[in-house]
Structure formats: structure tokens, C-alpha cells
């Protein structure tokens, strides 16, 4: 074996090297273009000694040309044209080596940014926008009396809820080996001169890089649903359990200090939550037992967690009751715990411990059937609930402060005091999220069966409601255990079942929601709640009224529900059963919101402006109707799923619509991105914070009496757009013929990324398509549709070449942080997209006349956005307001130009008949290879 030597004196970064092809020449740039190329010449060294000079040949010819593509010095098409020579095999090892490529141009990005994140924090410089610092700075130059505070953050609860939308393409070995790599860099740029030992590193480097090119970037098998539980709950050692309980006691702390009066955060602020192993909505693979997995390895998770800190404690807190006197209560701990071993005998503190994690070991044996640990000394009592344990941890806090070791309680100790309040025994409330439609056939059923209803389905809305709040003011179930109902009934009732046990298990924050998908009515929501009193979960008889544990969500998801959001919302405020509900849940009414399917039914500016006006009519209604609103925005990574960032979009929010209080859908590719490793993690955690903390204090939206014209103005840019896009994608025919030729939707679905089906139901319109597989086929054509069309048409009929109206839209702009992030997103895509590129899918429609009459809308729609959006914002190009990601397009995009060719080639070759399985594994790998390089792609 050969290995690359690199001279790592020259690379550590204080000042930084020289730079390389295709820079701008900034000089803080620099390591950054050095680590991109240390990282290829690396990979290059590899490739020739695993495959031959021949294909270095190859691979580094094709790099070359590529990157003059870019620079405009050689024709796409002559590029296009050799690559279309390839036979498989070598199509395949060119294929591998720029997915590697790009996958460590991103990697080298990752380091750049904490480099300077490093230098700024070293440099003394301001703290960064977005984290907690600059918001209580921000705060701090406000009045804000402590009657504001205590109001807005009456409920204060910030809640990111990872699901299992099937956008993350990585492998995990693919995604831990680049961690090494990445820590082998952090480690060279941390070291003081002649610490490091530059040969082993770069073995170290080359091994690595050796390894990513043996492992194989595809899966065998698609992910069960198990995977993606286990996977999900890795990210919780990676960072959440330090980063977490860390951000709470910093926020508690900080409020307490301004607002001493105010006494708010009795419960943690920041607390992570779950749809993985509890939405069912299209994924057939969500049952009883998946329900009970997913619950039981998060407690154990939870518990691993606790148990493993108890032993540290016990380990650290060492001191002798003849150096120290703990107090009363410390030693009726430690002689509660049948610790009797005399090495221990004046070591109270580990005699209380051992006890405590006696206590938790027997809750965890009784809980998930066994102890994730070490082996306790012996059987006590199990802790009834998290509460007891956190008593305990406070009686140890309180002697060690007693007798002058403070420093010591707060640390470990302190730490693991707020994990408890943080994470219980349940570690994460887990949803549960059902379509209606499957609601109103099951609950159809079970009334017919109880012989209430023989034809629920045949009532009006003014009779559901009737007889379902009939159902709601007695106990009695409607079936037996032992009744014989369809598969789908049976099903549904068994996994509310299971909830109810766990909650039973683990306490009533382990499903701590129930959201429907598509509701329209007062109807969807009171068949959710006949559901839960048919698992016992809802007391419609309790003292002081009607009781449940889950609180019920709606979702409000296509234009027109979001439309009617705030009047369904009203209509449910109006019945008063589900009033009491809301009543004896403090009031608290939680309202999701869809992102995804709003944008493919009505596209980009019409969705966002739905979701905005929504709000602003779902805060009047939660006013009138006396309760505080909580919405739950779900949101995926691309911008046409409503992803962009978090910070920017919270503070983009409409007056009163945060509150305090959101909750918001970490998704696929983006999870990894946020939170991998603790550094990544506190700083997405403290954006969501802080601009929650902002939004609910401070005015963000500023536009004051100007506000409806704004809105009326927008009104109408809406409905434009949303024209534009319909005649487009609904009305054109032929368009979805177009669609599943010149996209890879098709192959996309033999991608082995998710348990779940890219279909909710068999069809062959846009409608049934999930919103998930259609944006990241629009993405892997680097159209990006959903992010931009209908936009342009709307800003350039309205503004219709009036230089006021121009200047209007300008001072919006300037004014206005719903109006900048949405152009500012939109930017953001349009940087990303290439019609160069898109021309050569768009050759893989037959028909030319259907080809040609879709393209071409397309392309005059984008040069239409383009052009309005640079109007209006006055920037020469879409990312003057982002330079980092206009660096990381110049560093990457040229390595995804071979992938983009070879896969329009594989396609073609696979569709005209080649049934070689190399060249289906050939589109799979540059499907994968692409979205790994645009990192948000569906």
C-alpha cells in the first residue's frame, strides 16, 4: 500500500495557503481551497492505486474539463458527449469517484465554517446573529417589563421533531467515515507546531480515504422502520444529551437574571420530540408493535443515559464523611441503599448513588425488560416517575453545596438533574399522526358495529358532529376486545391501544400529540377523540370535565384548507365538548401546518403566503376564543418544502403567531446537517430559540399601519403566482408525462432510502404523488421547481414596468422579513438551479412537441424570477446576501456536472432497453451522489 504524504505544517491554518483553480483569491478563503485540494489529490492517489492510472486518467481528464465547463472555457456538450462514450463499467468508476468528491468538498466546507467560527470567538468579535448571546444583547437594549415576559412565555416550549421522511441518502458507515476524516482535520487544525505527528496523519488520512472508496455508497435493502428508529436515537449521544439540558439551564439562567419577577421556564423550553414509529399516514409499516419498539428503545435510550451518569458520580463524588458532614437527608439516601460494603463505609455520597442507580435500574427492568447497564447491587424499589429521581439528584446538590463543594454540583451532577426534567424516562414524546380520511372509515366502522350508525359516511357535517359528541359524553367503548372488524379498523385502534400502554409505562409526555392529515372539519378532529376514549385515553366523564392526555392537532395542508384554517379552528373552539378539552389542557390548542403539500398544490410565493395568512387568522381566532395557539410548522429541507433557515424563517413569523411556543419538523438529510456532532447542534438549537425568544418579545414584523395594504398586496401576487403554476403544472397537458420523463421520479422510488412508499395511494397524477419524491426529482434536474416557478410571473404582471409599484416592492423588501426571506430563499434555489443542465434531462421526453412546449415555459418562467428578483432586491446576483453559499456552489457544483451527464446517459441507456444491473446501479449512484452534494434535496 501506497500512501499520500502531505506536508501538514503547511496546512495548519493560522494564516492560511495560497489558493487554487477557480478561486476568487480572498485570502480567508484560502485553507478552505487548500483542504479541498489535499482531500482530492488524496482521493486521486487512491483511485489510481485501487483502479488503475488508466481510470485516474479518466477520472482526472473529466475533473479538468469539468471545471473549464464552469469557467465557460470548454462546451457542456463536448463534456456531455465523451462521457456518453463510457461503457458501464468505466461510467461507474467515474460516477464513484465524484460522489467522493463532492462528499469531501463538503466536508472541507463543514471545517472551514468552524474554523471561523473558532477565529471569531478567538478575535473577540460580536456574537453571531441567531445564537443566545446576540438575543439577550438584543434584549437587553429593550424595556420589556416582567408582566410581558411572564405572559409571552407563559407556555415557552421549543420543539424539534425528527421524522423519517426518506430524503437522507448516506449510508450511517458512509456518514462514520466521514467523521473521521473530518476529526482527522479538526485534529491537524487544533495542534500546536510539533504536536502532530505528520506522517501518522497522514496514514491515518489515507486509510480513511481508502475505506470510503471500498464501502459501498448504496444500501442492499431499503430501510426498515426499526433502522430509521435506531438512527434517529444515535443523534442523541452524537450531541442532544450535552447540547439540550446545556441550552436550558442557559436560558433559564439568562431570564431569571433580566426578568427575576417574570417566573417563567418551570419546565425546560427546549425539548425534542418524535414522528418515527408513530405516523402511520401512508406508511403501512407504523403498527402496534412498531409503536411499542420505537417508545421502548427511546426509554432505553433515556435510561442508558442516566444510569451511565450515576455511575460517573458515583465514581467522582468520592468524599469521606470524616473530611465533610453531608446532610440529614444525604444519609437517609445512602442508608437507603443497602450499600453495606465497609471500602464504602464513610463514603456516603457513593453509597446514596449506588442506591439511586439500584432504584433506576429495577425502573428500567420493569419498564424495557432489562437494565442497559451494569448490574446493580441490589433489587430495590423502582423510581415510580422521573420527579422522584430528580428529588434524589436535588437532596445530593443541596449537601454538596452544604459543605463548600458548589463547583462540584454544577457540574456532572448539575447536568444530569436538568437531563431528567429534560428527557424523563421517555427521552421524546412521540406523535401519533393518521390521514382523516382513514379516521372517518375506521370510526364508521366501529359505530356501525356498536349499531349507533349503520352509514356514518352518508351523514352531513352538522349530523357527524351531532352524533360523535353524543359518543364523547359517556365512558362506554363501542366494541368488545374481542370484535371482528376489518384489518384497517382493528389496526388503527390496536396502535391507540399500545399508546395508551406506553403512556401508562413511561408517562403521559411519551405521546404527547395526535396530529390528523387533511382536516376539514370538526368532524376530523372529534373522530381522533372518539378513538382515544375508545383506548381509555379520554375521560369524557372525569371530575371538573372531559380529560385527555394527547392533545389533538390539526393539520391544515393544500391552499384551500390553509384558506379555511382559522374558520375550522373556530368551529371547533365553538363545540363545546372539545372546548372543555382544550380547557383542561390549560387552554393550549396546537394547529400544524403543512409545507410541503401547500407548495404542490398551489406552488412556491402561493404557499408561503397561505401559511402566512393562516396564521395571522388562526392568532385572531385562538384571541376571540380565549386560549393560546400553538402551531407545529412542517417543514422539510429544500425550500419547497419550507425548509431554508430556521432563524430567519421563526423571525419571518406574523405578529403573535409564535408566542412563546412552536414546535417544527427536522427531516431527512437535514438532521445529519444539524445535528452530528455538538458544536453543529447548540448552534441550530440556539437559532431555534433564539429567534422564538425574539419573535415573542419583540416586534419582528415592523410594518405597523402599513401592515394590511402589505397583505392586500400580497394577496394578489399570490393569486398571480398561483395561476402561473397551475396552468403549468395542473392544466397543462401532458405535463405529468413530461415529469416522468425528464426526471429520474421513476428510478428515485428503487432507492433504498426510507421505509416509507413514495405514493400514498396508486396513481398517476401529482396529487398522489407524496410532496417528497416530487421536489427531490425536480432537484436531481437542477430545475428546483417548487422553489421559485409562478414567482416571476406574478412580480412582473403586477409591477407591469411601473417604476412606483418597483419601488414599492423594494421598500417591502427592506421593511418586512416575511417578504426578504421569502425572495431570499427563492435566491437561494435560483443559485442552485441549472437550465444548461435541465436541457439535457428534458431531451429524455419522446415527444419533442411536449418536450419543447413545457421546456420552454420553464426556462421563460425562471429568466422572468431571475430577473425580478435581482429588481427588487437590487443585488447583481441572487447570493450577495449569502456568500457562504455562493462559495460552497463555486467549491462544489463543478463536481456534479459528470454525475448530472452520466445519469441523463444511464437513463437513457436503462430506458431504451439496457437491463444491465450495473447500469441501474450506475442511476441509483448519481441519484445518490447528487443529492449528497446539494445536501437539502427533498
Not at 473530518?182 to 496523519?201: I, K, N, S, T, V
Amino acid at each position: 500500500m501506497s500512501e499520500a504524504t502531505v506536508d501538514v505544517a503547511d496546512l495548519r491554518h493560522h494564516g492560511g495557503p495560497p489558493g487554487a483553480d477557480g478561486a476568487d483569491g480572498r485570502a480567508d478563503d484560502a485553507p478552505l481551497r487548500e483542504d479541498i485540494r489535499v482531500l482530492g489529490r488524496v482521493l486521486g492517489q487512491v483511485i489510481g492505486e485501487q483502479a488503475g492510472d488508466d481510470v485516474l486518467e479518466l477520472v482526472e481528464s473529466t475533473r479538468v474539463e469539468a471545471f473549464a465547463v464552469r469557467r465557460s472555457e470548454s462546451t457542456r456538450s463536448e463534456l456531455a458527449d465523451r462521457l456518453a462514450e463510457l461503457d458501464v463499467r468505466s461510467a461507474n468508476h467515474v460516477i464513484r469517484a465524484f460522489s467522493h468528491f463532492s462528499v469531501l468538498a463538503n466536508l472541507a466546507e463543514d471545517i472551514h465554517h468552524e474554523r471561523r467560527r473558532r477565529f471569531h470567538r478567538r478575535e473577540g468579535s460580536p456574537p453571531q446573529q441567531g445564537s443566545l448571546a446576540a438575543t439577550f444583547a438584543l434584549l437587553d437594549q429593550k424595556d420589556i417589563p416582567d408582566e410581558v415576559v411572564a405572559r409571552e412565555l407563559a407556555t415557552a416550549l421549543v420543539c424539534p421533531v425528527v421524522t423519517a421522511h426518506p430524503t437522507e441518502v448516506r449510508r450511517k458507515t458512509i456518514f462514520q467515515v466521514q467523521r473521521q476524516i473530518a476529526d482527522l482535520f479538526r485534529q491537524r487544525d487544533r495542534a500546536a507546531a510539533g504536536e502532530l505527528d505528520d506522517d501518522e496523519w497522514s496514514a491515518h488520512l489515507w486509510r480513511s480515504v481508502l475505506t470510503l472508496w471500498q464501502t459501498a455508497l448504496l444500501r442492499l435493502s431499503r430501510l426498515r422502520l426499526q433502522d430509521e428508529i435506531d438512527e434517529a436515537l444515535r443523534y442523541y449521544e452524537l450531541s442532544l444529551f450535552d447540547v439540550v439540558p446545556a441550552i436550558n439551564a442557559e436560558v433559564r439562567r439568562a431570564l431569571t437574571e433580566r426578568w427575576p419577577d417574570a417566573d417563567v421556564l418551570r419546565r425546560p423550553m427546549l425539548l425534542p420530540g418524535s414522528w418515527i414509529g408513530g405516523d402511520r399516514d401512508g406508511n403501512p409499516f407504523v403498527t402496534a408493535d412498531a409503536l411499542r419498539r420505537a417508545t421502548s428503545r427511546q426509554a432505553e435510550t433515556a435510561l442508558a443515559h442516566h444510569l451511565a451518569e450515576l455511575e460517573a458520580l458515583r465514581d467522582e463524588l468520592s468524599m469521606s464523611d470524616r473530611l465533610i458532614t453531608p446532610t440529614e437527608q444525604l444519609y437517609a439516601l445512602a442508608e437507603a441503599s443497602e450499600d453495606d460494603s465497609a471500602f464504602r463505609g464513610d463514603e456516603p455520597y457513593r453509597r446514596a448513588l449506588n442506591g439511586m442507580y439500584a432504584r433506576l435500574a429495577a425502573t428500567a427492568k420493569a419498564v424495557v425488560g432489562r437494565v442497559p447497564g451494569s448490574a446493580p447491587h441490589a433489587e430495590l424499589t423502582p423510581y415510580g416517575a422521573p420527579d422522584e429521581l430528580r428529588a434524589d439528584l436535588d437532596v445530593v446538590d443541596a449537601s454538596l453545596r452544604s459543605h463548600g463543594a458548589a463547583p462540584l454540583a454544577d457540574d456532572r451532577l448539575q447536568r444530569l438533574r436538568e437531563a431528567v426534567e429534560v428527557f424523563g424516562f421517555h427521552l421524546c414524546g412521540l406523535d401519533l399522526r393518521q390521514n382523516s380520511a382513514v379516521h372517518e372509515e375506521v370510526v364508521g366502522e366501529l359505530l356501525a358495529w356498536a349499531g349507533v350508525c349503520d352509514d356514518y359516511s352518508a351523514l352531513d357535517e352538522a349530523a357527524r358532529v351531532e352524533l360523535l359528541a353524543g359518543e364523547l359524553t359517556m365512558r362506554r367503548p363501542l366494541v368488545r376486545p374481542d370484535a371482528e372488524l376489518s384489518e384497517t379498523t382493528r389496526g388503527e385502534l390496536d396502535v391507540v391501544l399500545a399508546a395508551a400502554q406506553q403512556m401508562a409505562l413511561l408517562g403521559p409526555r411519551a405521546v404527547p400529540n395526535y396530529v390528523i392529515s387533511m382536516c376539514e372539519s370538526v368532524s376530523d378532529v372529534l373522530e381522533v377523540a372518539v378513538l382515544l376514549k375508545e383506548a381509555g385515553l379520554l375521560d369524557p366523564c372525569a371530575e371538573g370535565g372531559p380529560t385527555c392526555p394527547v392533545g389533538i392537532s390539526p393539520l391544515f395542508e393544500t391552499i384551500d384548507d390553509l384558506q379555511a384554517a382559522g374558520t375550522t379552528l373556530a368551529a371547533m373552539l365553538d363545540q363545546p365538548l372539545y372546548r372543555s378539552l382544550v380547557a383542561s389542557r390549560g387552554d393550549v390548542q396546537e394547529v400544524m401546518l403543512g409545507y410541503s403539500d401547500s407548495n404542490k398544490d398551489g406552488g412556491y410565493l402561493a404557499a408561503n403566503w397561505a401559511l402566512y395568512r393562516a396564521e395571522l387568522e388562526l392568532v385572531e381566532t385562538a384571541r376571540t376564543g380565549g386560549i393560546r395557539l400553538r402551531l407545529f410548522h412542517g417543514r422539510g429541507g429544500t425550500v419547497g418544502r419550507g425548509g431554508g433557515p430556521s432563524y430567519e424563517a421563526i423571525r419571518a413569523q406574523p405578529p403573535g403567531a409564535v408566542a412563546g411556543a412552536l414546535r417544527i419538523t427536522e427531516q431527512g438529510e437535514v438532521i445529519a446537517a444539524k445535528y452530528a456532532d455538538p458544536d453543529l447542534a447548540r448552534r441550530n438549537l440556539e437559532a431555534l430559540v433564539a429567534a422564538t425568544l425574539e419573535s415573542s418579545l419583540l416586534d419582528i414584523e415592523g410594518l405597523g399601519d402599513d401592515a394590511e395594504p402589505a397583505y392586500a398586496l400580497l394577496d394578489d401576487l399570490a393569486a398571480r403566482a398561483q395561476r402561473a403554476y397551475r396552468a403549468l403544472v395542473h392544466e397543462t397537458p401532458g405535463f405529468v408525462e413530461w415529469f416522468r420523463a425528464a426526471t429520474p421520479i421513476v428510478e428515485l422510488g428503487e432507492l433504498n432510502i426510507g421505509s416509507r412508499p413514495p405514493s400514498r395511494k396508486a396513481g398517476n397524477s401529482i396529487a398522489d404523488l407524496r410532496a417528497i419524491p416530487w421536489v427531490f426529482s425536480w432537484s436531481q434536474t437542477r430545475i428546483m421547481l417548487p422553489g421559485w416557478f409562478g414567482t416571476g410571473s406574478a412580480l412582473e404582471s403586477w409591477v407591469d414596468g411601473d417604476e412606483e409599484k418597483l419601488a414599492r416592492l423594494r421598500e417591502l423588501h427592506r421593511r418586512w422579513p416575511f417578504f426578504r426571506t421569502v425572495l431570499s430563499n427563492m435566491g437561494m434555489v435560483l443559485a442552485k438551479t441549472d437550465l444548461g443542465l435541465a436541457a439535457r434531462y428534458a431531451e429524455l421526453v419522446p415527444d419533442e412537441e411536449l418536450r419543447a412546449r413545457v421546456f420552454d415555459q420553464i426556462t421563460a418562467e425562471h429568466e422572468r424570477t431571475w430577473r425580478m428578483l435581482l429588481a427588487i432586491t437590487g443585488a447583481d446576483e441572487p447570493l450577495t446576501d449569502n456568500p457562504s453559499l455562493a462559495r460552497s456552489i463555486r467549491n462544489r457544483f463543478p463536481y456534479l456536472e459528470p454525475l448530472h451527464h452520466l445519469q441523463v446517459e444511464m437513463l437513457r441507456r436503462r430506458r431504451a432497453g439496457d437491463d444491465d444491473e450495473l447500469t441501474r446501479r450506475n442511476i441509483q449512484l448519481t441519484i445518490n451522489g447528487i443529492a449528497t452534494a446539494l445536501r437539502n434535496s427533498g
